[in-house]
C-alpha cells in the first residue's frame, strides 16, 4: 500500500538555546561526565567484590554500554533536541512512556551532583588530617556535618558557573576534561612500572567470590556508574553545532576513550597494590585503615613509594568530580527544560535567559539535589540508587529506536546503527539485566521515588491546559515492565552489596536459582520489548508528536528541514 506524503516537518528543535558547541565541545561533555568519581573509587570496590575477575566485570559492562551507546548515537542525530533521552520515548510511545522515562532521565541526572560532591568529601579529608575538623568519617563512610555544608557550596558554585553562555560554559568544561583525561593515563603509565603479574590470581584465586559476584558487582560496585554519561551530549543536542554530524561522532568517541582507560585503570590497580597485602587479607579484606581503601589511586601511589603522583592524584580528586558534576548539574537542567517543552513538567522549567540558559530549571536543579543529600549521605550509597535509575532511562532508548525503525524507516539518520534489528532487543535485554543485578534493596527505593515522581508529574500536567492526550495504549507494557522487574527483583538473588543466598542482609528472597534468574529477566525483556513494539504509536500520530514541538526557524543556518513520506 502507497504511503502518503507528509509534508510537515519532523525534526523538533528547541526555542531559547544556542547552538554555540563544537565537536570537540560536545565529546568532551559526555567524556567529562564518563570520567569523573567513577575512576577514584571502582577499580577498588570492584577488585573487593569480584577479585582479578573484575576485568572480566569491566569488559562485560564496556560491551553493555557500547552497545546502549551506539543506539543513543542513531537516536540524537535523527532528533537533536535538549534532554533527548527523556524525550524520544515521547516521540516513539506517548505521553504516558515519556513521562515515566523523562522522569527517570532527570531522577538520574539530577543524583549525581551530589554523589561527585561526596567524592569531594571522601579524598579531601586527607587535607585536613585531623580529628578536630572531619568531612568524611572513613569508619562509618558517611559525609559529616561540616562536609555536607561544604557539599551544599560545591552544588552552588555548579550552578553558578552554569549561567555562563554555553561558548563559555564550553571552553571552561573543555579545560577540566583534558586535566581528567590526562591524569589516569598518567597514574596507568606509572603505575606500569610497579607491576606484579603475581596479584592475578592472589587473594582467593581469580574469581573468589564466584561468578555471581562477578555480575553484581558490575551494578553495584561502581562500574555501570562509572561508564554512564556517555549520553550527555544527547542532553545537550540543543546547542550543539550541526549534532546530525557531531553528536554520534562524539556519544561514540567518548565512550571508546572511556572504557579503554577504565580497563586499564583496573589492570594497574591490582597490578600495582603490594602483594603481600593480596596474599595476607585477599581484595575483600584490605584493612579499612590502608590509604589503599581510604583514597585507592592516591593511597597506592603513596604505599609504593610514588608521593608525587599521590599528590597529583589527590588534586585531581577534586577536579575530576568538580568537572562531572558541573557537567550533571548542567544536564539536569536541560532535561527538565525537555520535560517542560513536553508538558509534563510546569512551564517555568523551560525559561531561559539572554545566554539560553534553562534558569529556572537550573535553580530547581540546585535546590532538589540537595534533597537527596538527606537520606543518602555516602558515595558508595547513592551509587545503587542511581544506576537502576539510569538504566531504567537508558532502557527506554531501544525501545525507542525499535519504534523509530519500524515507522520512520526513511527519516535521514546521519549515523544508522548496524544490525539494529537485533541490537535494539539485545540493549534492552542488557538493561533489564542491569536493574535485577543492582538488587531489590535497590528497586524498591527506586519505586518509591517513581511513584512520588508520577505523583508530582500528575499534578504538573493536571493544571496544565495545553497538556497532551495520554497515550495509554501505546504505553500498555509499561506498568507490567516496572512491576515485573520488581517482582523478579523480590524474587530473585541479589542485595544491594552484589551478594544473595542464605545469610545475606536483604529483602531478596532468594527463591530463583542462579543462571535461571538471568534467562527469566532475559526472556521477560524480549517479551516486554517486542509488545512494545507491536502498540508503539502509529505513524502519524508519532509524526504529530514531533511536529508539536518543531520550530523551524531555531534551525543552524544550513541545516535543511526533511519530509517524511
Not at 432 to 439: D, L
Amino acid at each position: 500500500m502507497a504511503t502518503e506524503t507528509v509534508t510537515t516537518p519532523t525534526r523538533p528543535a528547541d526555542v531559547g538555546l544556542k547552538r554555540e558547541m563544537g565537536l570537540i565541545g560536545a565529546m568532551w561533555s559526555s567524556e567529562t561526565s564518563l570520567i569523573g568519581s567513577g575512576w577514584l573509587f571502582a577499580a577498588l570496590y570492584a577488585s573487593q567484590a569480584a577479585g582479578t575477575a573484575s576485568l572480566v566485570a569491566w569488559g562485560i559492562a564496556g560491551v553493555i554500554i557500547i552497545v546502549l551507546a551506539l543506539i543513543h548515537s542513531e537516536l540524537g542525530g535523527m532528533y537533536p533536541v535538549a534532554g533527548g533521552t527523556a524525550r524520544f520515548p515521547h516521540f516513539a510511545f506517548g505521553s504516558v512512556a515519556g513521562a515515566s522515562f523523562g522522569f527517570f532521565s532527570w531522577l538520574q541526572a539530577v543524583t549525581v551532583a551530589p554523589i561527585e560532591c561526596f567524592a569531594v568529601m571522601e579524598y579531601g579529608q586527607f587535607w585536613f588530617n585531623s580529628h578536630h575538623f572531619v568531612i568524611y568519617n572513613a569508619t562509618t563512610k558517611v559525609t559529616t556535618g561540616p562536609g555536607f555544608a561544604i557539599t551544599i557550596g560545591l552544588l552552588a558554585i555548579f550552578t553558578a558557573i552554569n549561567f555562563l553562555a554555553m561558548r563559555l560554559f564550553s571552553k571552561v568544561n573543555a579545560a577540566i576534561t583534558w586535566w581528567k583525561v590526562a591524569i589516569p593515563v598518567l597514574a596507568i603509565i606509572v603505575l606500569f612500572t610497579k607491576f606484579h603479574a603475581s596479584n592475578f590470581g592472589a587473594g582467593g584465586g581469580f574469581m573468589p567470590g564466584g561468578i555471581q559476584s562477578l555480575f553484581g558487582a558490575i551494578p553495584t560496585a561502581g562500574i555501570v556508574f562509572a561508564l554512564l554519561g556517555f549520553e550527555q551530549a544527547d542532553q545537550l543536542a540543543g546547542e550543539i553545532k550541526d549534532p546530525q554530524k557531531n553528536l554520534p561522532r562524539a556519544v561514540i568517541g567518548a565512550i571508546i576513550i572511556a572504557v579503554l582507560v577504565y580497563f586499564l585503570l583496573e589492570v594497574v590497580f591490582i597490578g600495582a597494590t603490594p602483594h603481600n597485602l593480596v596474599a595476607v587479607h585477599g581484595w575483600a579484606g584490605l584493612p579499612a585503615t590502608s590509604p589503599i581503601v581510604v583514597g585507592p589511586f592516591a593511597g597506592l601511589a603513596g604505599v609504593v613509594g610514588l608521593g608525587w603522583l599521590s599528590i597529583v592524584l589527590r588534586v585531581d580528586a577534586f577536579i575530576s568530580p568538580f568537572g562531572t558534576g558541573l557537567m550533571y548539574q548542567t544536564s539536569t537542567s536541560r532535561i527538565g527544560y525537555g520535560l517542560a517543552r513536553n508538558r509534563y513538567y510546569p512551564q517555568f522549567f523551560a525559561k531561559v535567559d539572554k545566554n539560553g540558559v534553562p534558569w529556572v530549571s537550573l535553580i530547581l536543579a540546585f535546590l532538589l539535589g540537595l534533597v537527596f543529600l538527606l537520606p543518602f549521605p555516602s558515595w558508595k550509597a547513592l551509587v545503587n540508587l542511581v544506576t537502576s535509575a539510569s538504566v531504567l532511562m537508558y532502557a527506554a532508548a531501544p525501545l525507542s529506536l525499535g519504534a523509530f525503525r519500524r515507522q520512520v524507516p526513511d527519516a535521514p539518520r546521519p549515523y544508522r546503527m548496524p544490525g539494529a534489528a537485533w541490537l535494539a532487543p539485545l540493549g534492552f535485554v542488557f538493561a533489564c539485566e542491569i536493574i535485577y543485578w543492582s538488587g531489590f534493596d535497590t528497586v524498591w527505593k527506586l519505586g518509591i521515588c517513581i511513584v512520588i515522581g508520577y505523583i508530582l508529574i500528575g499534578i504538573s500536567m493536571y493544571f496544565d491546559k495545553q497538556r497532551p492526550r495520554l497515550n495509554w495504549k501505546a504505553a500498555q507494557w509499561l506498568p507490567v515492565f516496572l512491576i515485573g522487574m520488581g517482582i523478579i527483583s523480590w524474587q530473585g538473588r541479589y542485595c544491594s552489596s552484589g551478594s544473595a543466598g542464605p545469610g545475606a542482609s536483604c529483602s531478596a528472597t532468594n527463591n530463583i536459582p542462579f543462571w535461571w534468574d538471568m534467562g527469566i529477566v532475559a526472556v521477560f525483556a524480549l517479551a516486554i520489548y517486542f509488545w512494545a513494539q507491536y502498540v508503539r504509536l502509529p505513524r502519524e500520530e508519532m509524526l504529530a508528536m514531533v511536529n508539536e514541538q518543531a520550530a523551524t526557524p531555531m534551525e543552524p543556518p544550513g541545516a535543511p528541514d526533511y519530509q517524511v513520506g
